[in-house]
């Protein structure tokens, strides 16, 4: 889906070849290959979602503070964490933790719709004002509890949790569909691992670990 530009088509311009050298040397030469997902990563303009401050840093490759302890992933983290997931177009995907908005955005051109839950009240509207501006209108946000999930909008093709925690919260496992993905840090503070769980016709489930990461903890009714 088209992004509506939030500044004049010169000024942006300007931007463009970052984002280009981002995706050449942090993704493509790595190992995001999925056509869908380095497009995406092209398009949405990161340096909009980042604080006026870090401007210079929009594209580099590593994460970046956006306030009240949370950060924006590293692109690279973004990239693997949406191409685990395996979109089509078609899906419903939850993510929790949106902060900036700038993971959100990434979605919502590669899923039909995004129900995207964020605890923190002034990053909430962060990203709702972000993602408004860049006028995306697939995707539904909610402030609250994240490990609770969404049921009222149950079941999710896919669940992307950007926060680690030590056990996949139970309420997520249960709105996932069949067949859907799941993608989560799991770990402490120190030691962190990025897992895809995934659920067949069968009910089975499978689990493979993708890469060591390092995320801000998962709260779960005020506490980690």
């Not at 303009?45 to 992933?73: C, K, N």
């Not at 950007?162 to 799991?186: D, H, K």
Request: glycine share 8%.
């Amino acid at each position: 889906m088209p992004a509506n530009r939030t500044q004049p088509p010169a000024k942006a311009d300007e931007q463009q070849r970052p984002r280009e050298r981002m995706v050449e040397t942090q993704l493509a030469a790595r190992d995001i290959a999925d056509p869908r997902v380095l497009d995406a990563m092209r398009q949405v303009p990161r340096h909009l979602f980042v604080d006026e401050g870090l401007l210079d840093r929009a594209y580099w490759d590593g994460p970046l503070p956006i306030g009240h302890g949370q950060t924006i992933s590293q692109p690279y983290i973004v990239a693997l964490m949406t191409q685990a997931l395996g979109l089509r177009g078609t899906e419903r995907v939850l993510e929790v933790g949106f902060g900036c908005g700038y993971q959100t955005a990434v979605l919502a051109r590669l899923a039909s719709e995004v129900y995207a839950v964020e605890r923190i009240a002034a990053l909430f509207e962060k990203g709702r004002a972000n993602l408004r501006a860049q006028g995306i209108e697939n995707v539904r946000l909610k402030l609250g509890d994240g490990s609770l999930g969404w049921e009222e909008h149950a079941p999710f093709d896919a669940v992307l949790v950007a926060a680690y925690t030590r056990n996949v919260p139970e309420l997520l496992r249960s709105q996932l569909s069949t067949c859907g993905r799941l993608i989560i840090p799991l770990g402490d503070r120190d030691s962190q691992l990025l897992v895809l769980y995934g659920k067949n016709a069968h009910g089975e489930v499978t689990r493979k670990v993708m890469a060591a990461c390092r995320f801000v903890p998962l709260v779960k009714n005020g506490s980690p």
